[in-house]
């Protein structure tokens, strides 16, 4: 069968040697007959307002290969000759390949007119220079030093901190939140190399914490000759630590909201503080960019750092309290 491995126009199915086939007289476009009985009339009717004749794919595929130059479809990506103006298998109008490359050929020419203008050079240098400020003005004064040293001294997440820290200082606004704060204000200022506030709030949260920690030892160490003593200070004095620790929680809770909600202003005043004194030690009005980013920023190693302080500060508290219990069991003995 002359037909075989095209396609039928209607079910677009390839036709077997043995399939039953129709064409239209119009522009012998191939139908099953069942197919064709169906709509009883030819699959392609657009063929016939434009005059288009069907035509073979594999006689056609002969044909492309004759032409050294191809392109695709823009609908079924089927081969056609360079010329084409419509697909030879399917129809659809092969100048939009045509009318894209022209597209993408204009649009690499303005970006190469563009890039040779100099009010656009101008431009886009402009626009790098304030895009790190947010669209703030980088040489804007922030109290001491400008947004642009401010900037260098953050170093990182500043896309977080410069708003804040405009709004601290348009407005005077103290409170922001702060999730890190909240959680581990101590780790948060050590990173930051905040130490005066790291070491408060290391303190801090060790004294709240110290009934709920002596409580907790009383429960999971073994009773034995050399804690007995510990023990027995203990169960004289554990309905004074459970109310101290109840007490002592909600100062915890109190402590943490005020980090949480102040914690950013703390630093934004810890940040112009350091820059006023740079600037003073240098004296000069500029600090050189990578001197403001080593003085700045964040040091991780400072956390774990800060973990080996609060340990050995906890384990002094402890020491402490187990003597002050003690020095009262003593006196009450007297």
């Known amino acids: 069968m002359k037909f075989k491995g095209e396609k039928c126009a209607a079910c677009g199915n390839v036709f077997e040697e043995d399939d039953d086939v129709v064409v239209c007289p119009d522009c012998g476009s ?187 030892l009383s429960k999971n160490i073994s009773s034995n000759s050399s804690t007995e003593s510990f023990l027995s200070m203990i169960y004289d004095n554990q309905s004074s630590l459970e109310n101290l620790d109840g007490i002592f929680s909600v100062f915890s809770v109190i402590v943490s909201i005020a980090f949480c909600l102040f914690g950013n202003w703390l630093y934004y005043r810890y940040t112009m503080k350091t820059l006023r004194r740079m600037k003073g030690q240098i004296g000069g009005d500029k600090v050189p960019a990578k001197q403001l980013m080593t003085a700045g920023g964040v040091k991780p190693v400072n956390i774990l750092l800060m973990a080996l302080i609060i340990f050995g500060i906890g384990l002094a508290a402890l020491l402490g309290c187990v003597q002050i219990m003690r020095t009262s069991d003593i006196l009450k003995s007297l």
């Open 30 to 216: 191939p139908h099953h007959r069942a197919c064709y009985k169906i709509e009883n009339r030819c699959a392609n009717i657009a063929f016939h307002e434009t005059g288009q004749k069907w035509h073979k794919s594999l006689a056609d595929t002969a044909a492309i290969q004759e032409n050294s130059e191809v392109i695709p479809c823009p609908e079924c990506r089927f081969p056609n000759p360079k010329n084409a103006v419509k697909c030879i298998r399917c129809g659809a109008d092969m100048v939009q390949e045509d009318k894209e490359k022209e597209n993408d050929a204009d649009e690499q020419q303005n970006k190469e007119t563009a890039s040779e203008d100099p009010f656009v050079q101008y431009m886009e240098n402009e626009f790098e220079a304030v895009r790190p400020y947010l669209g703030f003005d980088p040489d804007e004064d922030m109290g001491g030093a400008t947004l642009k040293e401010v900037s260098q001294f953050v170093c990182t997440n500043t896309l977080y901190y410069i708003p804040i820290f405009k709004r601290m200082k348009d407005f005077g606004s103290k409170i922001s939140f702060n999730l890190s704060c909240l959680v581990f204000p101590y780790f948060y200022f050590a990173n930051r190399k905040m130490w005066g506030w790291a070491i408060i709030s290391a303190i801090l949260s060790i004294i709240f914490n110290m009934p709920t920690y002596i409580l907790w």
